[in-house]
C-alpha cells in the first residue's frame, strides 16, 4: 500500500509564496504521474499540475506563470512551488500519484490547508 504525505501548507498574504511537498513511501512499482490537486470550499476537486518522470509538466490555466512542479524520482517526492499567491488560491491541496501496483492505482494524501487572506 502507497502512502502519500504532505506539508508546507499554511497562511499567506496575496502575493506571497508557499512551497508543498510530498513524499511517497510503500512499495511503488511504476509511477505514471505525481502531481497536486485543490479543493474550495463548496467546489470541486480540480487540478493544479501534473508531471511525469520525464519531467513532462501541465498546468490549471489558473495557475500557469505562478506555480511551479517539480519531482525527485529517486524519493518519490513532488514539491508544488506557489509565487504570487491570490485569494482564490485557497483551497486543501492533495498530493496525487497515478501508479501501477497489480494494476493501475490512484492514490492521495490527507491534504494540506492554503489559506491566501490578508
Known amino acids: 500500500q502507497v502512502q502519500l504525505v504532505e506539508s508546507g501548507g499554511g497562511l499567506v498574504q496575496p502575493g506571497g509564496s508557499l512551497r508543498l511537498s510530498c513524499a511517497a513511501s510503500?512499495?511503488?512499482?511504476?509511477?505514471?504521474?505525481m502531481g497536486w490537486y485543490r479543493q474550495a470550499p463548496g467546489k470541486q476537486r480540480e487540478l493544479v499540475a501534473v508531471?511525469?518522470?520525464?519531467?513532462?509538466?501541465n498546468y490549471s490555466d489558473s495557475v500557469k506563470g505562478r506555480f511551479t512542479i517539480s519531482s525527485d524520482n529517486t524519493k518519490n517526492t513532488v514539491n508544488l512551488q506557489m509565487n504570487n499567491l491570490k485569494p482564490e488560491d485557497t483551497a486543501v491541496y492533495y498530493c496525487?500519484?497515478?501508479?501501477?501496483?497489480?494494476?493501475?492505482?490512484?492514490?492521495w494524501g490527507q491534504g494540506t490547508q492554503v489559506t491566501v487572506s490578508s
Open positions: 496525487h500519484m497515478e501508479h501501477w501496483e497489480y494494476g493501475r492505482r490512484d492514490s
Open positions: 510503500g512499495t511503488i512499482f511504476i509511477v505514471y504521474t
Open positions: 508531471i511525469t518522470p520525464g519531467n513532462s509538466a
